[in-house]
């Protein structure tokens, strides 16, 4: 058991000494399953994406997970809403990423409830 790293994780806590992490630099479309993320949002790749979709969410802000484990949290978007973005045509996708914004719901954790939007 390893009781060194918890320690320094509270004391690096404690300290303020935490960085955020910067934006990475844009890469190459995810592959199918992967999960990308902007801020506290997350979205899981799915079937259909296009290269120039991908660009239009690199363009605002969207990049993919890489590093392993993330123990941040996030808000995940509902799988409907991103078959709705994946379908829609340039013109449309903003609306649809901010619909599916507004119904961004909190992975529940084992021992915790979901929590909604705003609450």
């Known amino acids: 058991m390893d009781l060194v790293?918890?320690?320094?994780?509270?004391?690096?806590?404690?300290?303020?000494?935490?960085?955020?992490?910067?934006?990475?630099?844009?890469?190459p479309k995810p592959h199918l399953g992967a999960r990308v993320y902007r801020g506290d949002l997350r979205m899981t790749v799915q079937a259909g994406m296009t290269d120039a979709l991908w660009r239009w969410l690199v363009k605002t802000g969207w990049r993919e997970v890489t590093y392993r484990p993330d123990r941040r949290q996030y808000r995940d978007l509902p799988a409907a809403y991103v078959t709705r973005l994946i379908d829609s045509t340039t013109d449309e996708c903003e609306r649809v990423l901010a619909a599916a914004i507004a119904n961004a719901t909190y992975r529940p954790r084992p021992g915790r409830r979901a929590t909604l939007p705003g609450s």
Request: net charge positive.
């Open 5 to 27: 790293g918890p320690v320094r994780d509270r004391v690096r806590t404690l300290f303020k000494i935490r960085v955020s992490r910067g934006t990475v630099a844009p890469g």
